[in-house]
């Protein structure tokens, strides 16, 4: 059986930084940027995408719909 594998990407201009992908991501892997948008907020980001599952738990929480979660995983 292949290892899940997923990306995510986060429109960053959108995030406001509320954090709340952060505490849903059971890997730990999404994080606040150093970056700042043009809003003012630092956006969201993965740190490792290797570790990512694609759970979605980010996307599902995001109240502004700014992540998208695509599933790589390889079919055997």
Same mark, same amino acid.
């Given at each position: 059986?292949?290892?899940?594998?997923?990306?995510?990407?986060?429109?960053?201009?959108?995030?406001?930084?509320c954090?709340?992908?952060?505490?849903?991501?059971?890997?730990?892997?999404?994080?606040?940027?150093?970056k700042?948008?043009?809003?003012?907020?630092?956006?969201?980001?993965?740190?490792d995408?290797?570790?990512?599952?694609? =759970?979605?738990? =980010?996307?599902?929480?995001?109240p502004?719909?700014?992540?998208?979660?695509?599933d790589e995983?390889e079919?055997?």
């Amino acid at each position: 059986m292949a290892k899940k594998k997923g990306r995510v990407t986060f429109k960053e201009e959108r995030c406001k930084g509320c954090e709340l992908c952060v505490e849903a991501c059971p890997q730990k892997i999404v994080k606040l940027s150093d970056k700042i948008n043009s809003k003012g907020y630092h956006p969201a980001t993965v740190d490792d995408m290797d570790k990512c599952i694609a =759970c979605a738990m =980010c996307a599902r929480m995001c109240p502004d719909l700014v992540i998208e979660v695509f599933d790589e995983t390889e079919k055997e």
